[in-house]
């Protein structure tokens, strides 16, 4: 039986499917690796993420910041903390300038840096961050967005 190619194709000949497309998706595969406690398949995929991040300029997804959170965290698991540390600041860096430092997600990157930095013993610098995730969280309560998790996050609850 053959099928008219037009029934399996929605884009139009001209349409062009861009990074800003594709990283959702890949955020979505990886975070499934990733809460299913598959590391190694979720890491493969957040570098990825990474990389398109690096050689694409300009996407405006959060699920970049996201893929950098994630990554950081699965590198402290794994008891990768230098490596860890560099992506932490990485996601604080990408959070910035993609969703700004109000953003509740803002708030979950100082949050789980700071338990980085407290796994590397520097409480104080910990402390400081948890006081500033708090200050990102009040203003959160104002806002009439939903609240996020620190477990997992939604792109539909991005941008």
């Known amino acids: 039986m053959e099928s008219n190619n037009s029934q399996w194709h929605t884009l139009t000949p001209n349409a062009k499917p861009s990074a800003e497309h594709l ?90 840096y700071a338990e980085l930095l407290r796994k590397m013993n520097l409480a104080k610098e910990a402390d400081a961050l948890d006081v500033r995730a708090s200050q990102v969280n009040a203003k959160q309560t104002y806002k009439s967005e939903p609240a996020l998790s620190d477990s997992s996050v939604s792109s539909a609850t991005i941008v």
């Open 23 to 112: 990283v959702p998706g890949l955020y979505a595969l990886a975070r499934c690796w990733y809460d299913r406690g598959d590391l190694a398949p979720a890491e493969k995929i957040y570098r990825l993420i990474l990389s398109i991040d690096d050689r694409v300029k300009n996407i405006k997804t959060g699920e970049v910041v996201l893929s950098a959170l994630d990554m950081a965290r699965l590198l402290m698991e794994t008891n990768r903390l230098m490596e860890a540390e560099h992506m932490f600041l990485r996601a604080i860096n990408r959070c910035t300038h993609c969703l700004g430092q109000d953003h509740a997600i803002y708030a979950m990157i100082l949050k789980s």
